[in-house]
């Protein structure tokens, strides 16, 4: 799955974006919107993880 699907189903994505970041709370997932950046930006910043690392989890989700 591309991001562009995932962005465009991100009401059914983001149960799997919980499951995956379980310190990713429900107002960071509202936040987030389906948005890769605003998404690595969060793991950045609740998981204390580089921009590219950050970028490398989100690549390995599809």
Do not use: F, P
Not at 2 to 30: E, F, M, P, S
Not at 40 to 61: C, F, P, T, V
Request: proline letters at 0%.
């Amino acid at each position: 799955m591309n991001w562009d699907q995932i962005k465009g189903n991100w009401k059914q994505a983001k149960g799997g974006v919980k499951a995956r970041w379980g310190k990713l709370t429900d107002d960071d997932l509202t936040y987030i919107d389906g948005q890769r950046e605003r998404l690595a930006g969060k793991l950045q910043e609740n998981y204390g993880i580089s921009k590219e690392e950050a970028e490398r989890e989100i690549d390995k989700m599809h």
